[in-house]
């Protein structure tokens, strides 16, 4: 284990790594799953007649195809994709939590000066993610 972790502090020195910071970036601070907010979504419009779309929905979140699921809820439902923007902030907003002790995480290191992490903003077209632009942190 020592010479992966000598290994990678060189590679770290010589800047040949690059964090990709994402998936599970948020989980400390309750921010709900996107699953769990399709999830809030779809009950919240798929009501009565419409029920059924609950089952669609959930077939493709377990298939981890969060766009198929969105997809499903847009075409059967009246739900338009501003309602699902606003929807999405409104349930992180009542969700997440505000940490105040920096021991439940080590976010405060990314802001240290000392470390140099380019940050990519991406953006989706064509059902591709693209790189839409850089910055350091």
């Not at 060189?10 to 800047?15: F, H, L, M, S, V």
Request: proline content about 3%; aromatic content about 8%; charged content about 30%.
């Amino acid at each position: 284990m020592s010479a992966n972790l000598e290994s990678l502090q060189k590679d770290y020195r010589e800047g040949k790594i690059v964090p990709f910071i994402g998936s599970g970036l948020s989980v400390p601070f309750k921010v709900p799953t996107w699953g769990d907010l399709i999830r809030s979504l779809t009950e919240k419009h798929a009501v009565g007649e419409l029920e059924f779309v609950k089952h669609a929905v959930e077939l493709d979140l377990k298939r981890y195809d969060y766009w198929g699921a969105i997809d499903a809820l847009k075409k059967y439902t009246l739900i338009e994709e501003e309602d699902i923007q606003e929807g999405i902030t409104d349930l992180i907003q009542q969700k997440q939590i505000k940490l105040v002790d920096n021991a439940q995480h080590n976010y405060s290191d990314l802001a240290k000066d000392e470390m140099q992490i380019p940050i990519y903003q991406m953006k989706m077209e064509n059902n591709q993610f693209q790189l839409k632009s850089e910055r350091i942190l």
